[in-house]
């Protein structure tokens, strides 16, 4: 008897990863160690090796969903998904997963479309692409395209360790930082930055419109780069409504004196209503927050210490 529709909607509720679906969607499945490009890659006895294959086979909009199983995904292209789809390790492991994606390129992932989801998923760069590393990025948004409908991590490492170059890793977890388009409801939860050796979280003259940054570890190995740096963004127009709340900013040691965990860039601006609040900072020998930039935005934010007078607000300064 085959395996009707409902049957696998049943499946995936009992596995856990039904409201990662979309009803009108299809569930493309990947297996890097028993998969191969030429299964039809509708089942997991039929999935395929390659996640590229996954994205070439799904349709746009629609909602499509790739399960990946366990294992390293080592890519010679960037992944360019289609909008709306979701990438969601088939074991769902934070801080270690399950899933590995890898490649000794400029960019792992190039995202210029919206509605995207990642879930559980490691950004590994290996090797030296780009000469000294200094312009590598494991994930690029709105390169080409503003996105105006969402991007999301969920769960996800992002990981710098073994690229190699003339500047120490030089790798940018995520980029959102092009000139020209912005991305709007950038969602970033639960995940690590890591090893990375440049600016963890990149967000340019856009800003960051509706953004949702949250629950992360930016783990700061050196002093070449910043925690999140957001560029100056002519106040309301293109600050509005993101919020960095309950972040951990480690590092880099206790002898560094440059380092900034969030750094603000530009001029004064007295009108953005982005809120960054409830962030903890260890080890940020300059300052944890360059506060001065957007004084009424910061509210109870933490440096290391033991006492009342380590809170960093903003409207104290």
């Not at 890519?75 to 789809?85: D, Q």
């Not at 899933?99 to 090797?127: K, M, P, Q, W």
């Not at 700061?220 to 106040?235: E, M, Y």
């Amino acid at each position: 008897m085959s395996v009707s529709r409902f049957g696998e909607i049943q499946a995936d509720a009992f596995l856990g990863s039904a409201h990662d679906n979309s009803p009108f969607g299809k569930i493309w499945y990947v297996d890097v160690t028993n998969g191969s490009d030429g299964n039809a890659g509708d089942s997991p006895d039929q999935a395929y090796a390659s996640i590229g294959a996954a994205i070439s086979a799904a349709f746009a909009t629609r909602g499509d969903s790739v399960h990946i199983a366990p294992g390293t995904y080592t890519i010679t292209s960037a992944l360019v998904p289609k909008a709306f789809m979701t990438f969601r390790a088939a074991v769902i492991n934070p801080q270690a997963p399950s899933v590995s994606i890898r490649g000794d390129l400029t960019r792992l992932a190039t995202v210029d479309v919206n509605g995207v989801r990642f879930i559980g998923i490691e950004f590994r760069a290996t090797g030296s692409s780009a000469g000294s590393a200094a312009n590598r990025d494991l994930v690029a948004l709105a390169d080409t395209t503003a996105i105006t409908g969402g991007v999301t991590f969920e769960d996800c490492v992002f990981h710098g360790a073994d690229a190699t170059g003339g500047v120490h890793n030089g790798v940018t977890g995520v980029w959102a930082a092009d000139p020209t388009n912005a991305v709007t409801g950038l969602v970033i939860r639960r995940c690590a930055f890591r090893d990375l050796g440049k600016t963890l979280l990149e967000f340019g003259v856009g800003g960051a419109p509706y953004a949702m940054v949250e629950d992360n570890s930016f783990v700061i190995d050196t002093n070449l780069g910043w925690g999140i740096s957001i560029a100056d963004t002519a106040a309301f127009g293109t600050g509005k409504g993101y919020v960095i709340r309950n972040n951990e900013f480690i590092g880099p040691d206790a002898t560094t004196t440059s380092q900034v965990g969030i750094r603000l860039v530009g001029t004064l601006n007295t009108t953005a209503v982005g809120i960054m609040r409830n962030n903890y900072f260890s080890y940020c020998g300059s300052t944890p927050i360059t506060q001065d930039i957007m004084p009424d935005a910061i509210v109870e934010n933490y440096h290391s210490g033991n006492d009342g007078s380590d809170v960093v607000d903003g409207s104290l300064t």
